[in-house]
């Protein structure tokens, strides 16, 4: 590494570190715990995005692209939080643990827009039905030499200023987890919604494999004991009364420690009795062994609360800007949190309007007024490269609250 680059990290990490030692992160970590254990609090604001991109201020400058990934990630969360939302800045950096097998052995190639930020097409690996029999199990296995010589890097770099996190929990979580993801990668999701009618048991063996694939990486992952208080998944801050805190370097936790967490994006057009019969069925023995599960992301769940019940560890659920909140607040009541996601394009994404903003959250928070709820801004593809906006957002969202629950 340069010279320039380990000062240009060392300054950022200084500044990240005295961020992390605010006393407000510890009222934040209170205020969480409290929330996601189901005790009635204020809602709390958690800014998940805000295009970065467009900010002057995610300009890097490390020559060396290890190091740059992690300039990225100071400057992204000094900027982040400079919104005064409720998130939490822990006082670590992690290095994810180079892992040996990622895939099922088909991917499809993808076709990108010219447009700069546009959109892609997959060409989707499986088009015919025997062409599952190429599909591979996957294993959890860490690269030791690679995962110690990145640690080692970021360790000369900045270790004597911030702890080095390392991450060796298994590939398959988040999104690679969730199955109804990479079930649309492989097949197309038109295809699969049409497997549904025309070929239900091919259908409930390729999610069978997929899902047998996840939970074997979770076990040999846990046996291994890599799984750590670092590992918590759950779309917000990871803080509740019924687990342990998330922590840097804690392996050999047992998943009922751990949030999971998973979606279900792509089967937002399929019924409530085909969600159940072809996705949540397989997901159920996963999220079965984490101590707490948060559910959703960007698919309309208005009509599926019921089915969800089913998830006995079940605390979050989400409410995307497709969902209905008034009837989401009227199935979920007081027994999970509320995890309410406002349009982005209505919040901050186009002429920013502050009326508008008032109106739209008053009615859904109006809507939700008994329920547990907080408020995650996500999916901030533009804000019109202004970089006060979603400060503002934050300001205006604050005032709603106080107005509604005061």
Not at 133 to 147: R, V
Not at 391 to 398: D, P
Request: aromatic fraction near 10%; hydrophobic fraction near 35%; charge should be negative.
């Amino acid at each position: 590494m340069t010279n320039q680059d380990k000062s240009t990290l060392r300054d950022l990490a200084k500044q990240y570190m005295e961020l992390c030692r605010d006393p407000v992160q510890d009222e934040r970590r209170a205020l969480w715990r409290q929330h996601n254990s189901l005790k009635k609090i204020r809602p709390l604001i958690y800014v998940r995005a805000f295009a970065w991109e467009e900010m002057p201020q995610s300009k890097c400058t490390c020559a060396d692209p290890f190091l740059r990934q992690f300039e990225d990630f100071f400057r992204n969360h000094l900027f982040w939080s400079t919104f005064n939302d409720d998130s939490i800045f822990e006082p670590w950096v992690t290095v994810q643990a180079s892992r040996k097998c990622v895939g099922w052995g088909l991917s499809g190639e993808r076709d990108f827009s010219e447009e700069p930020g546009g959109s892609w097409k997959t060409d989707y690996p499986i088009k015919k039905l025997d062409d599952i029999e190429q599909l591979c199990i996957p294993w959890h296995e860490i690269d030791e030499e690679k995962t110690a010589r990145d640690v080692q890097r970021l360790q000369d770099a900045v270790g004597d200023i911030i702890t080095i996190n390392v991450d060796r929990g298994p590939a398959y979580r988040m999104w690679t987890g969730d199955i109804s993801t990479d079930l649309g990668y492989l097949r197309g999701i038109e295809h699969f919604m049409v497997d549904m009618v025309d070929n239900p048991d091919w259908l409930h063996r390729l999610v069978k494999f997929l899902a047998d694939g996840v939970l074997k990486t979770h076990d040999e992952a846990e046996a291994a004991e890599d799984w750590g208080l670092c590992a918590h998944q759950n779309q917000s801050m990871p803080y509740a009364e019924d687990l342990q805190d998330p922590a840097p370097n804690v392996n050999g936790v047992k998943r009922t420690q751990l949030w999971g967490y998973m979606a279900a994006q792509e089967f937002t057009g399929v019924s409530p009795a085909m969600h159940e019969e072809f996705l949540l069925r397989y997901q159920l023995p996963i999220l079965d062994k984490f101590g707490l599960v948060a559910y959703g992301c960007c698919g309309d769940l208005t009509h599926k609360i019921d089915i969800l019940r089913q998830i006995p560890n079940l605390r979050r659920i989400a409410v995307s800007p497709f969902a209905d909140a008034a009837k989401c607040a009227e199935q979920i009541g007081r027994d999970y949190v509320f995890s309410y996601r406002p349009s982005p394009a209505d919040m901050v994404s186009y002429d920013f309007d502050p009326d508008r903003i008032r109106s739209i959250l008053r009615r859904d928070l109006e809507a939700c007024k008994n329920c547990l709820v907080d408020i995650t801004l996500k999916d901030v593809e533009t804000v019109q490269k202004d970089p006060n906006r979603v400060c503002q957002w934050v300001t205006i969202t604050r005032e709603v609250i106080d107005e509604i629950f005061g």
